[in-house]
């Protein structure tokens, strides 16, 4: 069985934001007090203007974090562990209530369609006290594959 080579595609914006659409697994990293990284799963859509966007609690590490330091890192990845993902750095806003709901309504409708019921899915996000935080992107690396490198493909 021939192995799998590994590969990347460097994209331009515009293919960059569809890749992103449809993936909603990533791990946000934020830098903690004293420079130090923190990693978070997060489930991250991907809003009209392109942004990646993510649901949170104004207390987590990550809305923290952000409002000290606003440079995050994400790697977006596919489903599949072994399908593409990539690698974006973004410079964020945290977003809380009132001024989070619309923007959490938008979150919401990129990952999973539309609500049956907005009013009650707004009462929701006001009841939990949510945040949104939004992700621009500022530069990016190649969509990658993993696998073997071409040299070793066929040993």
Known sequence: MARRIARNRTVDRETLVEFLRPRHRAVLITRRSGNRLQ?????????????????????RAKAVNLRRDRRATALVLSDDFDDPWVQIDCEAE??????????????????????PDWDEYRRAMLAQGKSLIRLSVLTWGPIA???????????
């Open 39 to 59: 990693s978070s799963p997060v489930a991250c859509g991907v809003d009209p203007e392109g942004r990646l966007v993510v649901s949170t609690y104004p207390e």
């Open 94 to 115: 945290v977003l809380d209530l009132p001024e989070a709901l619309d923007p959490l309504v938008e979150y919401y409708r990129s990952i999973a369609g539309e609500h």
């Open 145 to 155: 594959v993993g696998g073997f490198p071409a040299g070793l493909a066929d040993d």
